[in-house]
């Protein structure tokens, strides 16, 4: 399974961008860099995902570097709802790493 | 678009009782939908796979006779907690797996998740 590594926690100001850094340098080539956040006490919710080129949606935007050995995840304007844990996963459902694994994820809490 | 709810969002029940847990796709048929535990303080823990009209597909440690998973439809899947006990309290997840679609080289299901079931048992 490609394993992601992101820092515990992270913060922001309110208003300003969020760069949300994850590293899967053991990602293989048919695995999907996908982003959920969990607001406490609620389901996850599902963020962005791509494989290889940059990803933008109403959400967020996902930055991935050429080699695919990490990516970084923007909040272009953040707010206080936004303070939740952020969860970098790998993850193919067609591939050997067919599973959601959720690890520890970042803590990002939004100041104001 | 891929909404998924969950019914009841909490329950209370005693020891030894039953507790059945609802997950439905609103908007999308579900190739596949899944059931997550999650303790204080911790992180999701997948506990079984199920597809429709199949058998569901456990973990390693969770007990199929205790945690009943039936998906009678595309739509909807559900829980069934037997014989509850106060270890069995947790907040519990489903999600369901919507296709992302034809026309690139590589595909891959998106999971979308319930709001959650927090269920404590006395």
């Known amino acids: 399974d490609a394993k992601t590594t992101q820092p515990p926690s992270m913060d922001c100001a309110e208003g300003r961008a969020a760069n949300l850094p994850c590293n899967h340098s053991t990602i293989s080539g048919n695995e999907y860099v996908y982003w959920y956040r969990q607001i406490h006490s609620q389901g996850p919710q599902y963020i962005i995902h791509?494989?290889?080129n940059n990803e933008t949606n109403e959400m967020a935007s996902l930055i991935i570097t050429e080699d695919r050995k990490s990516s970084t995840l923007i909040l272009p304007h953040a707010t206080l709802r936004d303070t939740a844990v952020y969860y970098c996963?790998?993850?193919?459902?067609?591939?050997?790493?067919?599973?959601?694994?959720f690890g520890k994820g970042t803590l990002l809490t939004v100041n104001p | 678009g891929a909404v998924v709810s969950q019914h009841p969002s909490w329950v209370i029940c005693k020891s030894g009782t039953s507790v059945k847990i609802e997950c439905r796709s609103l908007d999308f048929q579900a190739t596949t939908m899944f059931w997550y535990r999650q303790f204080p303080k911790q992180s999701l823990m997948l506990m079984a796979t199920s597809n429709e009209g199949s058998k569901a597909t456990y973990e390693q440690g969770v007990e199929k006779d205790k945690f009943l998973i039936n998906h009678a439809s595309l739509t909807l899947s559900t829980l069934t907690v037997t014989s509850a006990h106060p270890e069995d309290s947790s907040f519990y997840i489903c999600?369901?797996?919507?296709?992302?679609?034809?026309?690139?080289?590589?595909?891959?299901?998106?999971?979308?998740f319930g709001p959650g079931t927090r269920l404590t048992v006395l």
């Open positions: 999600s369901a797996s919507r296709p992302l679609g034809s026309g690139r080289a590589f595909s891959t299901d998106t999971q979308y």
């Open positions: 791509g494989l290889k």
């Open positions: 996963i790998a993850y193919n459902s067609g591939g050997s790493n067919y599973k959601l694994t």
